[in-house]
């Protein structure tokens, strides 16, 4: 059997688009030869569409662009992904379903049996697990047809991934026992750059453990804060990986059970390239699919601003970016002149403006209320505000969206201003620590120096009082995200931490700050997600507690 494996980017709700894209894709696939096509879960509506889920109309939507789709498919047959509605009298009113399409109309439904409720998934508050096991029959070939989860029946622990906790129902276990030729699994898996390996890990070796082929389609994309890397892969039943698909873009192959032909993988690359990559198109699409074009932001002369501005670049054109260039009395002159010629080598449009006297008059109208106390925080954070106010004011007046350039680590320990460059529609880098930033800084200069390198090497500063740097406040970076990273990500406890090797009195610190600061997130703009453990979605904590 010929199976095309169309790896495509959906938009959530879009219902008339992702049809057209698939009937489109399933025309194509026709007249080159193929039997079946397979597109990822929940491919009709876009993944996931929360509680757009609890609407009527929207159901009623997706089920009739599911049969849109069956009347392209004759003479060939479809697999796509779509909500069902749940006729039984128990549980949810929904299950999420592969619709196997052909000869016009909706052959079969496959219910998905593992619904997951971690990290940013909520799939059990919509859907009712399924309970029923069959196989496709279809052109002499017996089609076992998974769900995400269905086939990998296994998850990473919270604590490391590599680890792995068998749910409580196998769904493989029960399809091997009908005798399938194949296995289909249609997905909608995100990307995380400490999960990517995991995911081909059980894949491998479920081919491995039932001597099956695997088709594995994912979808590639970003909605909002998830991004999809595709990778969609063919792998033989000895867990050979035979074919694989682009990453981060759309991509769409062939592959004949019969004979699959010789080896075609992706090139292998680091975790750097792959977060750049991701966001690049994070960014890309929360504009394409929102309806904006240009984007603006503070170019401070410091290393965050600076990647955020290559990002958007490459993301959105230079044409698209507008930055400003914010000095106050305490910018340093390299700041400024770093920030100006970068700009001027991504040939990006830039303005100098001075904050210093809006800056004068905010300190001048409170000087009544603030007589008698200590400059410090509250005089500093003036600044950041100030500079936030000029940067809506651009946004506002042109349409353009205020790009937040905050890293993980500054975002983990509330290390910026509510209001002021906390500001922003979409947040860049919240997911990227600090030490991933400067990595990416180098990454991004690997043919020639784009970022000055007298923005890498110095010391980072917020520059809001007289020869200010970060580690006045902070641990050096290279400590802090260590233990940051074994506190989210690994959601080790103070003790395991200190077990590390790192001094007690600054892991209870770095915690205290990161539990401190949970209202400042809870207000922060939607951060593009690149870990197994992002703010937001995928890490409710409480805003008020004393854990």
Partial sequence: MKVALAQLNYIIGDFDGNAAKMIETIERAKTEGADLVVFSELSVTGYYPHDLLEKKEFIRKAEETVKRIAEACCGIAAIVGAPRINENDRGKTLFNSAFFLADGGVRSVHNKTLLPTYDIFDEYRHFEPNRDFNVVEYQNERIAITICEDLWDEQPTANEFGKNKLYQVSPMEELAKLNPDFVVNISASPFSYNQENWRKDVLVNKAKKFSLPIFYVNQTGAQTELIFD??????????????ELNYF???????????????????????????????????????LKMGFRQATLGLSGGI???????????ALGAENVRVLLLPSKYSSDHSVEDAR???????????????????????NELAPQFKGTASGIAEENIQARARGIYLMAISNKFGHILLNTTNKSECAVGYGTLYGDMNGGLAVL??????DVFAMARFMNKEREIIPENTIVKPPSAE?????????????????????FSFIEQNLSPAEIVNKGFD??????????VNTNEYKRFQAAPILRVSSKAFGFGRKMPLVARY
């Fill in 249 to 287: 873009e759309e991509d769409y192959l062939i592959v004949d059970t019969a004979n699959p032909g010789a080896r075609k993988l992706q090139p292998e690359t680091n975790h750097i390239e792959k977060i750049h990559d991701a966001l690049v198109l994070g960014i890309r699409d929360y504009f």
């Fill in 230 to 243: 595709g990778g969609s892969v063919f792998i033989d039943k000895s867990g050979e990986i035979v074919k």
């Fill in 504 to 513: 007690p009195e600054m892991v209870k610190k770095v915690i205290r700050m």
């Fill in 304 to 314: 965050d601003s600076a990647v955020t501005l290559v990002l958007a670049e490459r």
């Fill in 430 to 435: 919240g997911d990227v620590y600090k030490t």
């Fill in 341 to 363: 010629q970068l700009a001027e080598n991504l040939e990006i449009r830039y303005d100098v403006v001075n904050i210093q006297k809006a800056v004068d008059a905010f300190e």
């Fill in 464 to 484: 809001l009082r007289p020869d200010q740097k970060d580690t006045d406040s902070l641990p050096e970076y290279a400590v802090l995200d260590e233990i940051l």
